[in-house]
Nanobody, 125 residues
Framework: QVQLVESGGGTVQAGGSLRLSCDAS????????MGWFRQAPGKEREFVVA????????TYADSVKGRFTISRDNGKITVYLRMNSLKPEDTAVYYC??????????????????WGQGTQVTVSS
């Protein structure tokens, strides 16, 4: 069982930056592809970004390309999401997720078996 805990959310003005962290409870987090999803009020949860087990591959949603960067530190069992040039439409609860089974990076929620509780990001205009 993997437990994921997100942190780093908050309120920021448009154009600002935040860095989210996702701490995992197991030493074998290097066996998991990791992803970030988000859910805005009244909307379905959507894919943001994912990173491979080694950290060598990443995939981003078009809406965040060039502004968000995912990274991981398997030694610290942590995944980071650096968010720059934030926009009001980035306002959402951000969730960290872990996938152990798939050989590929996935944009689909169903691929990820483990989820954190989420951290709120609010971008004011």
């Amino acid at each position: 069982q993997v437990q994921l805990v997100e942190s780093g959310g908050g309120t920021v003005q448009a154009g600002g930056s935040l860095r989210l962290s996702c701490d995992a409870s197991v030493r074998t987090v290097g066996s998991y592809n990791m992803g970030w999803f988000r859910q805005a009020p009244g909307k379905e949860r959507e894919f943001v970004v994912a990173i491979s087990r080694s950290g060598g591959s990443t995939t981003y949603a078009d809406s965040v390309k060039g502004r968000f960067t995912i990274s991981r530190d398997n030694g610290k069992i942590t995944v980071y999401l650096r968010m720059n040039s934030l926009k009001p439409e980035d306002t959402a609860v951000y969730y960290c997720a872990a996938d152990r089974r798939s050989p590929y990076l996935s944009h689909y929620e169903v691929t990820y078996a483990y989820w954190g509780q989420g951290t709120q990001v609010t971008v004011s205009s």
